[in-house]
């Protein structure tokens, strides 16, 4: 059977994990505030932490409520926001494929607006919206997209906060990739260009580590007790022992070492994927080098039906993400997702031999 | 001002928190499985915790699906079970008001079934069914009920999963307290009698540490899977730092003699809150006396009314939760719940001497 190399999970691997000082920071929260570790918060989590967020964002501690990861942050949001009124929510096409997921299941009527590798196509969603009206909510990970890779450009950010202003929308940013940038200057977040008419959300999952399950929403003030309510209506609070660990590893200057020593890694590993995709997928393949995070999105020639082969790769040892999933209305059929974040790099040029060896002959044979 | 003295929430108070153990045992976890402990699972949990739970209650790993807390596993129950089809849910009346709120969301239809000194009045339950044809789901807390107090008989319980196996309906099975008994026999749950009809939950708040947020259900084998996809869209997995901590912590044989120092206290907080209110309260006051769990539930006498009478009590340091937050319809005017788990039992005898004054002057007025 040939060896695992799998590109299907957007997780970071084992050795891109802080244990040491995770370690020490559990053993510090336990000794400093072992009754905060193990007692009910309320639903916002820990005021710590809130505030150790808060200060990042230069934003009130109030605004900010930590979540059992950030999937549920936007299930929370969503069902707060869709509880009345509008329902429709655009995406980018493609998008996070459990963010369409979750937004439906809050009863969202999910439409798509193109990417391109700029980010959201902005025109697009001006003329969306000159079709449909406003949409109740637009969600939108600004940098490094998951799938795409792409970065929303400054213009877009500005022009896509001015028509939330106009048409009185909320945009949902998601960004838990935004530190992990190796090129490029960062660009401003749409937080900080659009106020009170974005929801923020981000994760420690890809900068400290995801098993602690900790993400957060920052909510205009008006938002945030309602989201907290619905929170603790949840779940009563989310891990108490997690999120004090978190707060003593952040308070210990842990967070930012350790973001350079990710990024570094995954920077490397990004290299090894391109390049060998340049190296070994069909003529024709093209892809948006990403400047941060995790993925590396290509549309193969036509020709490859990424449902199709699947399978075969899969079989192979060297599965991905189909395009197919990203998408709220049937597209991506000769796209595929590749997360580099958790494969070394001399395996990643093993894998993508193998899995542009499949395409090839795919290719070939249709 | 008064000193605070609240009898709100079910909570354990500071000194029923297991610190010691638990430090240890969470430096063990990171010492032994850092990478568990830091790195995504399923949306089952953990799986030497899994394994842990099935051995105590003689089921399959498989079937039990660890989340964080148990009304988010509630939530997902009711999600799953209520996406199709049938959703008339019955409740024992009163019960937990979060329960009521959760079944709610998931979009049930929720009715109430009385409950006496021995739990829930299976013969209104059969009445009902006769009446409205079987329901979806019955949610019963069999031990120490919330609010209650009160324990299912055991005739009872045979009687319900009888009704649940002729009738084709699911008992979902809450038992956070079950542990907690200091006085009679255990009895048999509803899931060693009813098996597959029956969804059991439970939690590690009342017996470990709420701040954990380790909650469970024990599943039918077709149902589990189901649940632990839906955990892990909603939220990929719970926090796998708190389980890993809290495996390590039931591996090295903390569970029962803690839970063993928690009930000796319970015991003695419960027997000073029923001295206090027979000697404070009203003439007329009644209530269960509870074998076991956090709460006393009393009903008192005719001309009190305890929505009215919260502010003042609250005002007097003295708050309780109103009985009329634990029907699905409107009831409980008479009733308040009081929690004796979080006050130590010199306070218990202050704070319902307290509390005694509020309602006796409130009759004394009317």
């Not at 049937?330 to 542009?356: C, K, N, W, Y």
Request: net charge negative; aromatic share 6%.
């Amino acid at each position: 059977m040939a060896s695992q190399i799998p590109f299907t999970r957007g997780v970071p691997s084992s050795d891109l994990l802080p244990v040491d000082a995770m370690r020490e920071a559990v053993e510090q929260a336990m000794r400093s505030e072992p009754t905060t570790a193990l007692a009910y918060a309320t639903g916002a989590g820990h005021e710590g932490l809130r505030a150790w967020i808060a200060g990042r964002h230069g934003v009130e501690p109030s605004r900010v409520v930590c979540t059992n990861g950030s999937l549920q942050a936007l299930l929370f949001v969503a069902e707060v926001e869709l509880a009345e009124g509008p329902r429709r929510v655009l995406v980018e096409a493609p998008t996070y494929d459990r963010a369409i997921l979750v937004l439906r299941r809050a009863g969202a009527d999910v439409a798509g607006i193109p990417v391109d590798g700029d980010g959201l196509d902005v025109d697009a969603l001006a003329a969306d919206i000159e079709r449909h009206g406003a949409p109740a909510l637009v969600y939108v990970i600004p940098n490094f997209q998951n799938p795409s890779g792409a970065t929303l450009a400054a213009d877009r950010r500005h022009r896509l906060v001015e028509l939330a202003r106009t048409h009185g929308f909320t945009i949902i940013e998601d960004d838990p990739y935004g530190l992990l940038r190796w090129r490029g200057e960062m660009l401003p977040s749409l937080l900080e260009l659009g106020g009170e008419s974005v929801i923020s959300m981000s994760s420690f999952t890809k900068t400290v580590a995801p098993g602690l399950r900790v993400g957060y929403a920052i909510a205009p003030g008006e938002l945030a007790p309602r989201l907290i309510r619905h929170a603790n209506d949840t779940y009563i609070s989310p891990s108490m022992l997690s999120q004090s660990a978190l707060a003593a590893y952040c308070a210990g200057g842990n967070f930012e070492p350790w973001v350079g020593q990710a990024r570094a890694a995954l920077q490397e590993r990004c290299a090894a994927m391109c390049e060998a995709v340049d190296e070994h997928f069909p003529a024709g393949s093209t892809y948006v080098r990403p400047d941060g995070g995790y993925f590396v999105w290509v549309d193969a020639p036509e020709g490859v039906d990424t449902t199709r082969l699947l399978g075969e790769a899969t079989a192979a040892g060297v599965p991905y993400v189909k395009g197919a999933d990203f998408f709220a209305e049937p597209a991506g059929e000769r796209s595929l997702r590749l997360a580099f974040s958790a494969v070394p790099p001399d395996q990643i040029h093993e894998g993508i031999a193998r899995l542009g060896g499949i395409l090839s002959s795919a290719l070939a044979t249709a």
